[in-house]
């Protein structure tokens, strides 16, 4: 039997409803923004430390940070959520893989190719795709259901599901 959340119900038991029905497109707005945003620190203190050997290495930090605003829009708008949220996403996905392909060329290229040495001592292969499940994240916000957060006295906070043979 489901349970439809109350307004009695604590956070946590709110979110899972929210999640299990679909209705998390806030909330992963919000966690696309701040993931990009701790992606973006950590891409930047990573191509530093290599000295932006390749030009490259400073899309995805301009990039990334372009879903920050993005993502912050999409937890206040439906519409940014459904129209700047996907668009900033779908270039961070793409350049995630870009990302991991130069990574992986990375690899390939120091002396003696691709070896336990080089895979452990060369740019990170699976790093750049930490960057696309941000971008992933954004994507998949843009699919779901806005949370209801409206108080309604002694309803569900779920809007009423049509039954199998009905029309609205």
């Known amino acids: 039997m489901a349970r439809h959340a109350s307004r009695g119900d604590t956070w946590l038991e709110r979110a899972v409803a929210d999640v299990r029905t679909g209705r998390f497109e806030q909330t992963l707005a919000g966690l696309t923004a701040a993931g990009a945003g ?9 191509h530093d430390g290599a000295s932006f050997g390749n030009k490259l290495m400073w899309w995805p930090v301009v990039i990334l940070p ?7 829009a999409g937890v206040f708008s439906k519409r940014a959520a459904h129209t700047v949220l996907p668009v900033a996403s779908a270039l961070i996905v793409a350049n995630g893989l870009q990302g991991t392909w130069l990574h992986w060329r990375g690899v390939a290229q120091r002396p003696g190719g691709v070896t336990r040495y080089n895979l452990e001592a060369g740019p990170p292969l699976f790093a750049p795709l930490l960057a696309t499940v941000v971008g992933g994240m954004g994507l998949l916000a843009a699919v779901l259901r806005r949370e209801d957060r ?17 029309r609205r």
């Open 66 to 72: 372009a879903a920050v605003p993005a993502g912050v």
């Open 38 to 46: 701790i992606t973006t620190a950590e891409i930047y203190l990573a």
């Open 150 to 166: 409206s108080p309604r006295h002694g309803a569900a906070r779920s809007r009423p599901c049509l039954r199998p043979g009905r």
